[in-house]
């Protein structure tokens, strides 16, 4: 067992125990709030390819337009689901998935098997390490960014990935909640750089 994964696990352990009532709590309210089921429950693409079973609070309904087709997400986020995805708040249970060995604290967030699937060797190598809860690209704008922005800055990360790199990114990610997402363009310009070195 290496020492990130022993450190995966000895802070899931803490912060389940310590995250216990606000979890409870959390999980009341949207039950209150917007019914049953409380968790959203996905299979994403882990370590290797490898499929698992993500869990974390639903923030989104069911919502069908006429034709029977979901709506878009946006319209599908309820209030709470805003509040929750604002905070980072949603992403809590998945620390029941960090200490199974499902996912990591850090790294690339976990995408559809159809997605990785479809990002061709970009995909393949992002499996090299386990999705993370938070990740480089999630404190570097997040939803601000497009596909190949947030590639570029996963695939940069697994490529210069450090224990300072880790605590930088964690450090980040609770600004991230506090502040809101912000796109930093000098990030963003040496993860796609880096690609070009890489690929030339």
């Known amino acids: 067992m290496t020492v990130r994964r022993c ?13 216990a009532p606000l979890l409870l709590l959390t ?26 079973r993500l869990v974390k609070f639903r923030s989104m309904n069911e919502a069908r337009g006429a034709c029977g087709a979901l709506l878009p997400d946006a319209e599908r986020t309820t209030p709470s689901g805003r509040l929750l995805r604002a905070a980072r708040i949603d992403e809590l249970p998945q620390l029941w998935n960090v200490l199974l060995g499902d996912m990591s604290l850090i790294g690339p967030r976990p995408l559809l098997p159809v997605t990785v699937a479809a990002a061709g060797e970009a995909g393949r190598e992002r499996g090299r390490v386990r999705p993370g809860m938070t990740g480089w690209a999630q404190v570097n704008g997040n939803t601000l960014l497009s596909d190949a922005d947030k590639i570029a800055l996963d695939l940069w990360y697994i490529r210069n990935r450090t224990a300072a790199l880790d605590l930088r990114i964690i450090g980040r990610t609770l600004l991230v909640s506090l502040l809101g997402e912000r796109r930093d ?3 963003i310009g040496r993860a796609h750089a880096g690609a070009s070195h890489r690929r030339g």
């Open 185 to 187: 363009a000098a990030a």
């Open 7 to 19: 450190a995966d696990m000895l802070v899931a352990v803490a912060a389940l125990g310590l995250l």
């Open 27 to 52: 999980g009341v309210a949207l039950l209150l709030l917007d019914g049953s089921p409380v968790l959203f429950v996905q299979t994403r693409s882990g370590l290797g390819g490898r499929p698992f």
